[in-house]
């Protein structure tokens, strides 16, 4: 398992936690929940829709107007108590909280620097730790969606109990690296969002659609930071078994295996996030060249 340096200073204030706050909740006509139009998550659109969600729920199937939304999520102040506690590498390794913080940290650190690498600057996001349901730029958020990115208001929103439905709803082996390529799948959309990927729509549905697209590339980053973990200061090391739990996540949230789970039976020309075979094909990418300009998802097969 990844250990985190002893000394890495952690830097709390990139995370915001509101769990227990409550937080504006609504429902669509009909019951469904939402988590407004333009959220980009790991499961969020194949999940609404086999829970009842249809097309009107976040996800991929409503990016339309992203330039046109009000960024009204994200206005928290960092915990008190993650700064008190989150402090070091060292907090990381004993607290699920803190190691949360640490990946965070590690991810924007690997990003901060490839932008910098290329003459760009890294602008940072922040992640809100949340329970039950929460308000964001994107709309009124439950933890029914999964984790996912707001490009209206440059947020990951997550409710940790996610991490035991990884393993209890979807199947997943879990341990920590599980839950670093969550956070780094979810960072990817935000690298999409400061590249102008985004500006250009990923909604659609089908094995080859702009929505399917869109999701392995920030699976290729996540395998990308996976790469270069080490070298951000934050991780001592990354084992086999850390990738095998990274891609074991992977598969487990691809829609083929969600399809045949949830409605018993797999229809390709819905899908919207990638099958489990291409989901690890495309975090592999990333992780075995270390290099994101090798995530280019958009041209040709996938």
């Known amino acids: 398992m990844s250990d985190f340096r002893d000394d890495a200073q952690l830097d709390a204030s990139q995370v915001e936690d509101v769990r227990g706050g409550g937080g504006g909740f609504s429902r669509l006509p009909g019951g469904r929940l939402t988590a407004g139009g333009g959220g980009l998550g790991l499961i969020v ?67 901060r620097g490839d932008f910098s690498s290329r003459g760009r600057t890294y602008e940072s996001a922040r992640t809100r730790f949340f329970s039950g349901q929460t308000q964001t730029g994107c709309g009124a958020a439950t933890a029914d969606v999964g984790p996912f990115y707001c490009p209206a208001d440059k947020y990951v929103y997550i409710d940790l109990g996610f991490f035991d439905e990884l393993k209890s709803k979807f199947g997943a082996t879990g341990g920590p690296f599980a839950q670093a390529y969550v956070l780094a799948h979810e960072y990817g959309h935000h690298i999409q969002d400061l590249q102008g990927v985004l500006r250009g729509g990923s909604g659609g549905q089908g094995a080859s659609s702009q929505s399917a697209r869109t999701e392995l590339q920030a699976d290729c980053y996540a395998g990308a930071w996976a790469q270069g973990a080490v070298g951000t200061g934050f991780l001592t090391s990354l084992t086999r078994q850390d990738v095998a739990d990274a891609l074991d996540a992977a598969s487990a949230v691809g829609d083929d295996r969600i399809q045949q789970e949830f409605q018993g039976r797999v229809t390709p020309e819905s899908f919207t996030h990638g099958s489990s075979a291409q989901r690890q ?22």
């Open 281 to 302: 094909k495309w975090f592999t990418t990333g992780y075995e060249s270390g290099n994101p300009k090798r995530c280019d998802t958009f041209a040709g097969a996938i």
């Open 45 to 111: 659109a194949i999940v609404a829709l086999l829970l009842g969600g249809g097309g009107s729920g976040g996800g991929l199937g409503s990016l339309g107007a992203l330039e046109d939304q009000t960024a009204g999520g994200g206005t928290g102040a960092p915990s008190s108590q993650l700064a008190q506690a989150c402090r070091t590498g060292a907090d990381a390794d004993r607290s699920e909280d803190c190691r949360i913080v640490g990946y965070v940290n590690s991810i924007q650190a690997y990003w």
